[in-house]
């Protein structure tokens, strides 16, 4: 049996005339950069989040660039964040000139830990922490990090919190919104998230007047008005496609989202059923709205021969993140080594990505387990 590790196929057939209708509708008008598809996109979102304002731009890597850039945070700044997550997160954090700083993760639920991120502040000079501008926690695979200890180290460092949510859309803490309980909330809009453009695209949430303004004119080289420039912005701009399309799929988000945590729910069940909870740790629900981008469980061991075995019975799988950020060749100026952040580390080598989109069938996810219980049963 072919259990792919995503399908999005199934989904297009859902709302296949709605978009072959918008885009017809956009190539007609021959408008297809920023506009009102855009301005709609931007509402619905801002609505979706809770939060006040959202402004589209072109990747979620370019939503935490350009919430960086309207902070003022650059050169001479730096940004604690998590090693463990996707590039994007401290290679924005790098691109704008400012330095990332590690904080190790919760061992539960993989996101940044608020006592390891107390630690970091208190091992820093004086001089470093004056230097010391934000908190950039991601709500990884879904699951929003533990926001409360962490908005009150914020509060008390004066830091400024971008939420990188990018796999984390609708996903809730305490009755809050992903991307609402910052300053900024970072979204994208990659194929592969829960909302997914047909293209590159990002998002941005947040409660400021003056950041939601400061992020319209950086979108655009920062010309306000036209040819006259306060600020060097980029081309951050979103596209009038995607967000039509993205604004087609927001009416399915909630209905996608509840069947992944079905999803998730069975795998819990087949797991238990299959005794094979002493060898693998299943995903910690521990936040109210775990939206489930990604089911990741944890195996204690020969992880890569289990990825192998999967791949040969037709089981797609990957691993989120196989070397964490301050080990990549990249960040070596950093200054970190191997054992600097033993759970972001541990992670690295024991978790498996396995299939949960919310079209996988219930005979597709016991045959899933069945494997990983068979590949066991040969390798004890
Ligand atoms: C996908 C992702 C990004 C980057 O989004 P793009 O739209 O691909 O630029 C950033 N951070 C995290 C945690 C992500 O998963």
Same mark, same amino acid.
């Given at each position: 049996?072919?259990?792919?590790?995503?399908?999005?196929?199934?989904?297009?057939? *859902?709302?296949?005339?709605?978009?072959?209708?918008?885009?017809?509708?956009?190539? $007609? =008008?021959?408008?297809?950069?920023?506009?009102?598809?855009?301005?709609?996109?931007?509402?619905?979102?801002?609505?979706?989040?809770? !939060?006040?304002?959202?402004?589209?731009?072109? !990747?979620? *890597?370019?939503?935490?660039?350009?919430?960086?850039?309207?902070?003022?945070?650059?050169?001479?700044?730096?940004?604690?964040?998590?090693?463990?997550?996707?590039?994007?997160?401290?290679? =924005?954090?790098?691109?704008?000139?400012?330095?990332?700083?590690?904080?190790?993760?919760?061992?539960?639920?993989?996101?940044?830990?608020?006592?390891?991120?107390?630690?970091?502040?208190?091992?820093?000079?004086?001089? $470093?922490?004056?230097?010391?501008?934000?908190?950039?926690? +991601?709500?990884?695979?879904?699951?929003?990090?533990?926001?409360?200890?962490?908005? /009150?180290?914020?509060?008390?460092?004066?830091?400024?919190?971008?939420?990188?949510?990018?796999?984390?859309?609708?996903?809730?803490?305490?009755?809050?919104?992903?991307?609402?309980?910052?300053?900024? @909330?970072?979204?994208?809009?990659?194929? =592969?998230?829960?909302?997914?453009?047909?293209? /590159? @695209?990002?998002?941005?949430? *947040?409660?400021?007047? $003056?950041?939601?303004?400061?992020?319209?004119?950086?979108?655009?080289?920062?010309?306000?008005?036209?040819?006259?420039?306060?600020?060097? @912005?980029?081309?951050?701009?979103?596209?009038?496609?995607?967000?039509?399309?993205? =604004?087609?799929?927001?009416?399915?988000?909630? !209905?996608?989202?509840?069947?992944?945590?079905?999803?998730?729910?069975?795998?819990?069940?087949?797991?238990? $059923?299959? /005794?094979?909870?002493?060898?693998?740790?299943?995903?910690?629900?521990?936040?109210?709205?775990?939206?489930?981008?990604?089911?990741?469980?944890?195996?204690?061991?020969?992880?890569?021969?289990?990825?192998?075995?999967?791949?040969?019975?037709?089981?797609?799988?990957?691993?989120?993140?196989?070397?964490?950020?301050?080990?990549?060749?990249?960040?070596?100026?950093?200054?970190?080594? *191997?054992?600097?952040?033993?759970?972001?580390?541990?992670?690295?080598?024991?978790?498996?990505?396995?299939?949960?989109?919310?079209?996988?069938?219930?005979?597709?996810?016991?045959?899933? +387990?069945?494997?990983?219980?068979?590949?066991?049963?040969?390798?004890?």
């Amino acid at each position: 049996m072919k259990v792919p590790l995503l399908d999005l196929k199934g989904q297009y057939e *859902t709302i296949k005339g709605d978009v072959l209708r918008v885009t017809q509708e956009i190539f $007609e =008008s021959q408008h297809f950069i920023l506009g009102p598809k855009v301005e709609t996109l931007e509402k619905e979102i801002a609505a979706y989040c809770c !939060s006040k304002y959202a402004r589209g731009v072109s !990747s979620g *890597t370019d939503a935490l660039i350009i919430s960086l850039m309207a902070a003022d945070i650059g050169s001479g700044a730096s940004v604690i964040t998590t090693p463990y997550t996707f590039f994007g997160t401290a290679g =924005s954090v790098a691109r704008v000139g400012a330095r990332p700083v590690f904080a190790d993760i919760d061992p539960d639920t993989y996101n940044i830990s608020p006592d390891s991120i107390e630690k970091v502040i208190s091992a820093m000079s004086t001089t $470093e922490r004056k230097k010391l501008k934000a908190i950039m926690p +991601v709500h990884l695979y879904g699951q929003c990090a533990d926001m409360d200890p962490l908005l /009150d180290i914020a509060h008390r460092y004066n830091l400024i919190v971008i939420e990188d949510a990018a796999q984390a859309i609708g996903a809730e803490y305490k009755e809050r919104r992903a991307g609402s309980m910052g300053d900024f @909330g970072c979204f994208s809009f990659y194929p =592969s998230k829960n909302l997914g453009a047909f293209g /590159d @695209g990002g998002i941005v949430t *947040t409660h400021s007047d $003056e950041y939601n303004e400061t992020m319209r004119i950086l979108r655009d080289h920062g010309q306000n008005p036209k040819y006259i420039h306060q600020f060097i @912005g980029g081309n951050f701009r979103l596209d009038a496609l995607q967000a039509a399309i993205v =604004s087609i799929k927001l009416k399915y988000l909630d !209905s996608w989202s509840q069947a992944r945590q079905e999803n998730a729910k069975r795998y819990r069940i087949l797991f238990h $059923e299959a /005794d094979l909870e002493d060898r693998v740790h299943i995903p910690v629900e521990r936040e109210n709205r775990h939206i489930y981008n990604q089911y990741v469980i944890r195996v204690m061991d020969k992880r890569d021969e289990l990825r192998a075995f999967l791949l040969d019975c037709e089981i797609g799988t990957d691993i989120y993140y196989p070397v964490p950020l301050h080990l990549q060749q990249c960040f070596k100026y950093l200054d970190y080594s *191997t054992g600097d952040f033993p759970v972001s580390e541990m992670a690295a080598s024991h978790t498996l990505a396995i299939p949960v989109y919310p079209e996988l069938q219930e005979r597709q996810q016991v045959y899933v +387990v069945e494997k990983i219980k068979d590949f066991y049963s040969k390798n004890m």
